[in-house]
């Protein structure tokens, strides 16, 4: 209950940040998907990819980048939904996260889309090996707020 009174609160003490470049989560998180999704990595806003991306995601959890991120099928269930129902196709900045992603592509990495690309190609190639980088995939290193979806460039800090 106290969860549900707090989101708008946040966004009101926040309107900036949410009409620009606002918190890229929806409105509405999914528990199971912040606790599963966000076990081994920042849980990644639905927002960034396709629809078609999060279903092969969620159809091969076995085989996840390497690791076994498989779930029971119910919580797959649950947690294909709320992807689906929060994808990049939904989201109020589709059109530029979808540019350059060809109909028939899924892609698996936020990181490989162009829209990523273009977003951090003022980033240079060592930066992203630095120690406390490690990889692209490591938002958490630089967006300070990415565990509540805000990658305000006003909060990044790159790490040395
Ligand atoms: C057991 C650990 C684990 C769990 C649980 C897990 N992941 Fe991952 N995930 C990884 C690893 C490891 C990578 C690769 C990270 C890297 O390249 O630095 C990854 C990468 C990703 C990427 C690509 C990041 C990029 O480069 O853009 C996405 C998207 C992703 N995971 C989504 C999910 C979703 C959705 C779930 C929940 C169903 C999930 N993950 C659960 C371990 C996990
Ligand atoms: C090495 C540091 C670094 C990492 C790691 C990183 N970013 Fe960024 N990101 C930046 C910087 C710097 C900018 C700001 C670029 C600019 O000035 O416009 C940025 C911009 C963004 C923006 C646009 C913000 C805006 O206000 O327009 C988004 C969204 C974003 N990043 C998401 C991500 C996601 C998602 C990940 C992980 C999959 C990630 N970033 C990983 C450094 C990083």
């Given at each position: 209950?106290?969860k549900?009174?707090?989101l ?17 989560l929806p409105a509405a998180a999914n528990p199971k998907w912040k606790a599963e999704c966000g076990a081994c990595h920042v849980a990644y806003p639905p ?28 919580s797959?269930?649950e947690i294909?939904?709320f992807l689906?129902?929060n ?59 990415a565990e509540k979806g ?11």
């Amino acid at each position: 209950m106290k969860k549900l009174l707090l989101l708008p609160l946040v966004f009101a003490a926040a309107p900036a940040l949410a009409d620009s470049h606002g918190s890229t989560l929806p409105a509405a998180a999914n528990p199971k998907w912040k606790a599963e999704c966000g076990a081994c990595h920042v849980a990644y806003p639905p927002a960034l990819l396709p629809e078609r991306s999060w279903r092969k995601m969620m159809g091969s959890l076995e085989r996840h980048f390497g690791d076994d991120a498989s779930l029971d099928p119910a919580s797959v269930k649950e947690i294909t939904d709320f992807l689906a129902q929060n994808s990049a196709e939904r989201s109020s900045r589709s059109a530029k996260i979808l540019r350059g992603i060809g109909p028939a592509d899924a892609p698996q990495r936020i990181t490989e889309t162009p829209w990523f690309q273009r977003k951090h190609d003022e980033i240079r190639a060592d930066v992203w090996k630095r120690p406390k980088v490690g990889s692209a995939a490591n938002c958490t290193a630089c967006h300070t707020g990415a565990e509540k979806g805000d990658y305000n460039e006003d909060r990044v800090r790159i790490p040395r």
